[in-house]
Structure formats: C-alpha cells, structure tokens
C-alpha cells in the first residue's frame, strides 16, 4: 500500500526563508494565560486560550464531555461570556521593525480585543483572520492583552429577535461551526477560544502577504505558470521578483512598487512537466519552486512553494442521459470514490497532526480519490489539505453554510465575502482541491422541506429571502472563487435537485435519502442512481470497545438513555432496528446487537457503491456519507471518533477496489457485471459456480473476454432456471472470480436469501497464525460456510480485512498490523454471523 505521510505540512502555510530578513513572528501561545468567566466567578491561570471547554476540562472543573450524558449536564459553559488575559514583554527585536501587527488567524467567534486597555478590534467569524496594526500601543515591557468572547447564543437570539422572519436555524446569524450548534450526528457544545495560530508579526521596507501559482496552461509536453506575489511596502522603489525550482532560475524581472499594497506577476514555463494525478491514477509529483524578493541585491523576503501540476475540469455536458457530472484530470475522465468528511471533535483544537494522518491511512487503504468537506464544519487546517495533496485525495470544498436559510444585510454579505476570499487565496495552491460548492442543501430545502409554511412566509418574506439566497451563492460566492481562484469549478449548491424528483437522477449531482430517511429498501439503491452520487447513507453503531469507553455496564443496552444521548436522530434506534428486521435475526444480546448493526451497514452502503460503479459511465462519482466521527456514537460514520473501523469500513474497502465483481437482477435472471478503474485494458477471464454452504459445487463455467479501461461491462446473463429456487435458494451461493493470468483480481459473492432466512450451519473455523515483519499472517479455515467472520485481536490493531464471508474448505489470509511485543496471536477472538442465532 502505498502511502506517504508526515506529521508537519510542507510549506504550504508561507514562510520567511532569508535569514535575519523579513518578517518575524512572536507565538502568543507561549504566553502565560488566565480565564475568568465576565462575572468573575471563577479565575483559572495557566489555561491556553485556545477553547474554555477544554480550559475547565484541564483543571478538572467538568468532566469529560463526551461520557455517559455529560453533554447536557454542560451546556452552561456555551451560555456564559468569557475572558482570557495574560501579560507580556517584547524582545527588541520586534520592537525595532517598522510595522507589526497583532495577527489571529481564527477567533472563535464574538470576540472583543483589548490591547493595554484599548480596544483594537471586533471580531465576528470564526472562519477569518484578524490582523490589526499595534506597534503604536505597544510597549517594551508589561503589555496585556484581553480577549472577551460573548455567547453566540446570545447572539442569535438578539439577532432573531431585530429580523420580522424567523429564520430556520438560529444559529444562521453566527459564521461560526454549525456542527457545533448540533446536528443529527453530533452534540451541542458552543465552543469560544482563539482557535488558530495567534502571534504578533513584525516586518519593514518590503514584504510578500500572498502567493498564487496560477497554472494556466498544462500539458504534457510544457506547463505554462504565473506567480502571482502580493507585497505590501513602507515606500516606494524597485525591488526584483525571482522565481527558482531547487538552484534553477525559472524566471526573473524588476518592478517599481508603490507604498502599500502591490500585485507582482511573473510568468515561467516547465518543459515537459510531471504532472500530479489522484490516487490510483498515477503519481502525486509536486514541484517545490521558491519564490524571492529582493532589493539592491539582496533578499529582503522569499517564500517555498510546494504544488503538483494538473488540469483539471468539472464536465457538465448534454448527452444520452442528460446531462454529465464528472471531472476530468489532465484529460481523463475519473470515477469518484471517496465519502463526506465532518470535524474530527467537537473541540477543534485537541485533534492532533497523529489523528490526521490515521484518518488518511484510512482513505488510501479504502482505495479513496475524494473527500467532500461539508459546509457545516470548517475549512481544514493546511495539514489536512497537505495530505490530500501527498496522497492524491480530491477535495470537492463546500463553502461554509449548510442546511439553513441565511441573512443577507450588507454587513452579514461583506463579512462572509471577505471569509470566503480568504480561504479560497489560502487553499488555492493545492492541486487535490477540484471544486467549490456554495453550500449544502440549501436550495433542496427552500423547494421541497416546507419551510415556507412552518414558518409561515408571507409572498414577500418569501420573495426577499430567495432573493438573498441568490445574493450570496449565486453572485457573491461565485465572483470571489473567479477573480480569485480562475479557472476552478464552482457549483452553488449540493444537492443540485432533490432526491424525490426524477430530474435529480438525470444532471448535477444527487444526495439519495430514499433509503433510510424514506425507509425505502436497500434495493433502492440499485434504482436510484445519478450521475453524481454526493450523499447516501445507513447508521451502524461504534465498536463494543467505542462503546465502553463512554459508558457503565448498565448504560450498555439499544434502548438506554445514555445510549439515546449518543444517537442523535430522531428515529435512529428505531430504523435500525426496522432495517435489521427486514434483513437480520434480531440479536438479544447487546454485543451481538452492535455486530449486526454494523452488518447492516456495511450490506447497505455496498449496495449502493457497487450500484453506482455498474452504472459507468452514466454515474461517475459516489461519497457516502459519512467517513468518520465528532464525538463516539451511533451514526453514519464507517470509522468512529476514536479511529476504529466499522464493518462498513471494510466493506466500503473491497466495493472501492481497482476491479470489482458484481451483480444485477434483470429480467428474471441475473447478469455478472465486471468493473475496472484501471488505466490500461485487460484480457481477463471470468469464472463462475454455485457452491452450496457446505462446500459442493453444483454448476461452473468461464468466460474470456476484453476488458477496456475504466469500463463497467456485463459479461454473463444466467436465465433464472440455472439459478437456485426454493429450499436450495437458503443454503447455495454464487461466487464469481476475476482471473487476469494466475492472479485473481476480485470475487464477487451472491446469495439468494436474505441473511435472516439463510440455512447457516455451526462452522467449524480453525486458525493458525505466524508472526512476520510488521505484525501476524492469520490463516483461516472452515468446514462449511462461516459468514460475516470478525476477526477481535483484543487491541486497537487492525486486520487487513475483516466481517468476511468464509467458504467451505477456502484458506484465508489476512494479515494484522501491530508492534506490540505482547501480542502472540492468542488473544484473537472469532466469531460468525451463526454465533449470534
């Protein structure tokens, strides 16, 4: 597998290379801090200002906020003001320069700054940065710096109550995360702190602000570039632009600057680039330029840029079907397999660069080429879009608005126009991000969720409150990513039509909730397909050892009320348990009941995957959702908040495979589909036979034939008389494998019974096991067909694959990664769907 992660992004946030020149910044981290809440109640010291949860958590003033049901034993925290202070001096070498600024590049979110007693700034977005010139407040020693944080809730409510319509959301007035208001998923914890790197920033005579390469024409044969340098300057003069890739001169020219703010271009060429594909395409080869600013001759400013070079097109074309949604990267056209990505906590700041990059371990080893970061969280730090960027990850970027209706006063519109120019200059240099959306849901929900009547809008309510829908994601958005980010794809919203109307099935992109909002089976998966499956999904509950660690003995029960705090749908225990009726014996015990849960899921969303795969060309994307987790609970997620995979995981990984195995139920038969990723054709051959569970083949045959690359092909149709009926229906599957030579690219598997009404028999499993480089081969046996094996190692180690189907006189190998010396092999647990009869 391959796979290429590191714990510090590489240069992507711009810094200062020329030593003893430009800018140098001063951490307020390493400050000394308090926090007192307005009424000064209580007064902490030594705190890091980064969030008052996690201040009163680390002197042991709340307990954990995640365990049992402390969340809303909490929620005074977020109704109450707050302050943070702390005292300081400046070195002289910060002193000395002619400008500096107090720079926050996130403040989260009502935040009033007081620098030695006078107020310097007010902030209101949580997605901003703040910079804000000090140097005349300063002084050399004993300085103090005040930071009061309101309560958005306040907030909200002061800013409801002045509009004449009732907003949807309240939490619509606030730029803030909607995910920390709540949502169907996650908690409600009303988060304040400063959140992002915070620093005074000292600079003179001439410095570089911003850097944007802009490619403006790629090919294999020569790239076409322009570096794009923002300088701000004291005063006017010549300074020369000079841009290197290693010790080589691509290109250099003067320029007269004026005092203030300046726009340097300097275009260059690269003959016969390595380009920069997505996983599973090619390599991810980037080009590491530095850029350097110099005057009289020497350099007074530089910056490292590290990009990879690829064109890429969002294609939105007529055709048979209707009309395309698929990108094209450096002209070839890319099925999409990945999921919908949140926050990884509710308290932004403790996720640590490790948990990062787990979390991307995951998505290569899951054969992912995009995430989708939803509107109702964050725009990432630079580390995760770094690591998109190192292992060919697609980021489809949602503004951030999502699920609500929005204001749209001048102050409101200009405040988001500048959060939205911000982020899209910071992340426009990574080549992963392939598209902007204006928001989530949004459209889909003014047309088809009834707001219109459970807020009774008059016409004209109605009529201003489009109208500004139309404002901020039809013209502002949209004018920000062009003259900012040329070139890039931009959608308004996602969904482009709702689920429930055949129009979504035919052009944009479609997110299917038939299947659990509408209860509809999964089987609907196989009929519901578009041409862009952004979102679709089916709850499965976290791993038993997720579970304990939020819970009491007695709290470990479906229908708890602890475990009721930690399932945040409406009638989420109660599809569960619906949708396992129809398809699973329903366990007794709570174990088995997590099991099959997760069983569940993992059978729903490779439904829906392999649906959409069979359907290429006419559907050319599918992101589930969703990837991972806030806080542990029961949800949609494959892998939980503490990293751990669900079956669904799993299942998730073999359905996104280079070349897939799969089937179709058509005119009382059955055809055997082959799909392929692949960039190059194959001569393959099929073999199919039933094998009935105890490990006798009834019928076989096999099939030579052309694969064409990035192809889904129906290669055999079996009429329903050679298939299995009646009492064999239950104890006889079909098993169909993709040979290229002596090497078995995929199998498919196809029962004929759903899992409730399969014969399964007690399997006889045994189990040896050898210990190599890395971790432990595991050799698996069965006397007759074990299903949905889980493999328990009894640690956090992962089995390569796992919740497989094992055949009668098969030999399975998987393989578990671990480096824990007391580990023998020993500790592994077995056990089978039949273990929970």
């Not at 076409?224 to 300088?231: F, H, I």
């Not at 969703?626 to 299942?651: E, H, I």
């Amino acid at each position: 597998m391959k796979l290429k992660l590191l714990l510090v992004p590489l240069f992507l946030t711009f810094f200062s290379c020329v030593k003893n020149k430009g800018p140098i910044r001063l951490d307020l981290k390493d400050f000394a801090w308090t926090l007192h809440d307005v009424s000064d109640s209580l007064r902490l010291r030594d705190v890091n200002p980064s969030d008052v949860h996690l201040a009163l958590l680390q002197h042991h003033l709340i307990e954990p906020p995640f365990y049992r049901d402390n969340e809303e034993k909490l929620q005074w925290v977020g109704k109450k003001d707050w302050v943070f202070e702390t005292a300081f001096d400046l070195p002289r070498s910060l002193l000395q320069h002619e400008k500096i600024s107090l720079v926050f590049e996130g403040l989260d979110t009502y935040a009033e700054v007081f620098l030695n007693g006078e107020p310097i700034l007010s902030a209101d977005n949580m997605f901003r940065t703040w910079r804000v010139e000090v140097k005349q407040k300063l002084r050399k020693s004993n300085n103090r710096l005040k930071v009061v944080f309101r309560s958005p809730l306040t907030v909200n409510l002061e800013k409801q109550s002045a509009l004449r319509y009732k907003l949807p959301e309240v939490r619509a007035f606030t730029r803030k995360a909607a995910y920390q208001f709540g949502w169907d998923w996650g908690p409600r914890f009303v988060t304040m702190g400063v959140w992002r790197p915070a620093y005074f920033e000292a600079w003179s005579d001439a410095g570089i602000t911003d850097l944007f390469v802009k490619q403006s024409r790629i090919s294999q044969k020569q790239a076409l570039l322009a570096a794009e340098m923002t300088v701000r300057s004291t005063a006017a003069g010549q300074v020369e632009f000079r841009a290197f890739e290693g010790e080589k001169l691509l290109a250099s020219a003067s320029f007269e600057l004026r005092q203030g703010e300046n726009l340097l271009t300097l275009p260059f060429l690269i003959e016969k680039p390595e380009l920069w594909w997505p996983n599973g395409m090619g390599d991810q080869h980037r080009y590491t330029f530095r850029f350097v600013l110099q005057k009289d001759g020497e350099a007074i400013d530089s910056r490292i840029l590290k990009t990879g070079l690829r064109r890429v097109e969002l294609v939105r074309k007529p055709d048979a079907y209707g009309e395309s949604f698929y990108f094209s990267i450096n002209g070839k056209p890319l099925f999409v397999k990945g999921a919908n990505y949140i926050p990884q906590d509710n308290f932004l700041t403790r996720i640590s660069d490790e948990k990062y990059c787990g979390l991307f371990e995951t998505l290569i080893a899951s054969h992912m080429n995009m995430l989708r970061v939803w509107g109702g969280g964050i725009y990432e730090q630079d580390l995760f879009y770094e690591l998109c960027d190192q292992n060919g990850i697609l980021v489809w970027q949602d503004f951030m608005f999502a699920g609500t209706l929005y204001p749209a006063d001048s102050a409101f519109v200009e405040n988001v126009r500048t959060e939205a120019v911000q982020n899209v200059r910071r992340l426009r240099n990574h080549p992963s991000l392939v598209l902007w959306c204006g928001n989530n849901e949004i459209d889909e929900a003014w047309h088809n969720w009834g707001w219109q009547k459970t807020f009774g809008y008059s016409a004209a309510d109605s009529a201003k409150i489009w109208d500004n829908y139309l404002r901020l994601f039809e013209k502002v958005l949209p004018e920000v990513v062009a003259e900012n980010h040329p070139g890039m794809a931009y959608v308004p919203t996602s969904p482009a039509t709702g689920w429930g109307k055949d129009a979504a099935y035919r052009k944009g992109d479609v997110h299917y909730w038939g299947v659990w909002w509408g209860r509809e089976p999964f089987s609907a998966y196989e009929e519901k397909v578009g041409r862009f499956m952004s979102e679709y999904g089916f709850q499965g509950m976290p791993p038993l050892k997720s579970i304990e660690a939020f819970t009491i003995p007695r709290d470990r029960n479906p229908e708890s009320e602890v475990m009721a705090v930690h399932q945040k749908h409406p009638f989420g225990r109660e599809a569960i348990r619906q949708y396992m009726e129809r398809n699973f014996r329903v366990p007794d015990r709570f174990e088995d009941y997590v099991y099959v849960s997760q069983l569940l899921q993992a059978k729903g969303l490779k439904t829906a995957i392999e649906a959409h795969r069979r359907a290429k060309p006419r559907c050319m994307g599918t992101l589930y959702w969703q990837l991972n987790d806030c806080w542990p609970v029961t949800s949609w997620s494959t892998t939980d908040y503490y990293g751990r995979w669900k079956a669904a995981q799993y299942a998730v990984r073999q359905a996104y495979r280079l070349c897939l195995v799969s089937f179709e139920e058509r005119a009382g038969g059955l055809d055997i589909f082959t799909v392929t990723d692949d960039t190059h054709d194959k001569q393959v051959k099929l073999r199919w036979y039933l094998l009935d569970f105890n490990g006798r083949k009834t019928r076989a045959d096999s099939s030579l034939f052309f694969l064409p690359a990035n192809s889904a092909k129906r290669v055999v149709y079996l009429e329903s008389g050679m298939l299995p009926r009646g009492k064999s229906a239950k104890n006889t599957l079909l098993v169909a494998e993709l040979w290229y030579g002596s090497k078995m690219l995929n199998r498919g598997l196809r029962y004929f019974a759903k899992p409730k009404d399969l014969a399964l028999q007690k399997p006889e499993i045994s189990m040896k096991t050898e210990k190599t480089k890395g971790g432990y081969l595991v050799r698996l046996r069965s006397d007759k067909l074990a299903k949905f094996v889980f493999l328990d190692p009894g640690t956090d180690d992962r089995f390569d694959e796992n919740f497989f189907d094992l055949l009668p006189g098969d030999e399975k190998e998987v393989f578990l990664k671990t480096d824990d010396p007391s580990f023998s092999g020993k500790q592994i647990r077995i056990r089978s769907l039949y273990d929970t009869y």
